[in-house]
């Protein structure tokens, strides 16, 4: 049996807070035979001492790219732009199976060098079940930014905090007015994330999934003062709002916030904004009159990322310890040489046999 390298990078963006494998998950895969490379990262929420302590050989952050070619990548969110041909298994977020810009360029990456992506996204159960998400604590921060923007307590920019702190700024206080909400696709991790969050701010959503969504009452919908969008679409279904919703003047919906900010795609169900909001600037104004205020921030769970970290580790770690050619890995793979064929992109475009 070969024995798994695993080789945690470190992340490029500097507001990703999260990692995928905590030290004391990391503990658990040194212990059970796992070679376990962990790259310093200055803004990772667990210093690089702790995965020392856990039996992981520290590295440079970056020094992936020289890493042995049978080492699996460990991340969460984007590559860098270099080196254009990736030679390794890479396990993280790619974003880049339903036709998202970019989604060609990184899959020819991967032709040109060899390497394969493991989407983490599509790490499912023989039922097509997620196995590790971030979906409930997106949900929770989705729900909880738009409360805070509606009742005007939104401060840029946003920094990472804890589940206390952030409770202490949702409760409600004296003089803050009820509001009507909605969450839509309530029903599944995001949505129970979302709905928790407006609980703890004294809020009690509306909560729509397959049933009212499949036949949508769009007046309903635009009379929520605040929306949070959990569905992550896999089939074209009708938009949820469209650009002629903004300028309904009867629209009442103030604050839209997106959990799922599947811009760019074919498959976006709120096609009303083309480009994401930045911790620095979460808030981004969509209509002056009637006002409407967009929330659409790709990696919430980073504002929590203690939290966030530990229950993904959690369900991840025995995807690990379990790491094979075939099961829910292989599933990646499968998954990953479609939407190559899907996008034209093979191998043979690097000349290889």
């Not at 790219?65 to 041909?85: I, Q």
């Not at 199976?97 to 991967?110: C, I, N, S, T, V």
């Not at 991790?189 to 397959?210: E, H, K, N, Q, Y």
């Not at 939290?307 to 993904?312: A, G, H, Q, R, T």
Request: hydrophobic share 40%.
């Amino acid at each position: 049996m070969t024995t798994l390298h695993l080789w945690l990078r470190h992340e490029v963006r500097s507001t990703e807070r999260r990692t995928p494998i905590v030290p004391h998950d990391a503990r658990r895969l040194v212990a059970d035979g796992a070679e376990l490379t962990v790259e310093e990262s200055p803004q990772r929420i667990f210093p690089a001492e702790e995965y020392e302590a856990a039996g992981a050989r520290i590295v440079p952050a970056g020094s992936w790219v020289s890493a042995p070619r049978d080492a699996v990548v460990l991340g969460l969110k984007e590559l860098p732009d270099e080196p254009a041909e990736l030679i390794h298994r890479h396990i993280f977020f790619g974003h880049a199976y339903k036709r998202q810009p970019g989604a060609a360029d990184l899959l020819r990456r991967f032709a040109a060098g060899g390497g394969a992506l493991l989407d983490l996204e599509y790490l499912v159960d023989d039922q097509g079940r997620r196995l590790a998400a971030f979906g409930f604590w997106a949900g929770y921060l989705g729900a909880a930014l738009a409360v805070l923007q509606h009742r005007g307590r939104l401060t840029a920019p946003l920094r990472p905090t804890d589940k206390g702190e952030l409770d202490e700024t949702l409760v409600r206080a004296p003089g803050d007015e009820d509001f009507t909400a909605l969450v839509v696709g309530a029903l599944g991790r995001s949505g129970r994330g979302a709905r928790i969050a407006f609980t703890t701010a004294g809020v009690d959503p509306t909560c729509w999934d397959l049933a009212e969504t499949r036949d949508l009452d769009r007046r309903a919908l635009l009379d929520h003062e605040v929306m949070v969008n959990c569905v992550l679409a896999t089939t074209p279904v009708p938009p949820f709002v469209r650009d002629e919703d903004l300028d309904d003047p009867a629209r009442r919906l103030r604050t839209l916030s997106d959990v799922t900010c599947d811009v760019g795609s074919p498959l976006n169900v709120l096609p009303v904004y083309d480009r994401t909001t930045e911790w620095t600037d979460p808030v981004r104004r969509l209509r002056k009159e009637p006002p409407l205020d967009l929330i659409a921030i790709d990696n919430l769970p980073s504002l929590l990322p203690r939290e966030s970290s530990d229950d993904f580790s959690a369900a991840l770690l025995p995807q690990l310890l379990d790491f094979a050619v075939g099961g829910p890995w292989g599933r990646c793979l499968d998954r990953f040489h479609q939407a190559c064929r899907e996008l034209g992109v093979t191998e043979e475009e690097s000349g290889r046999d």
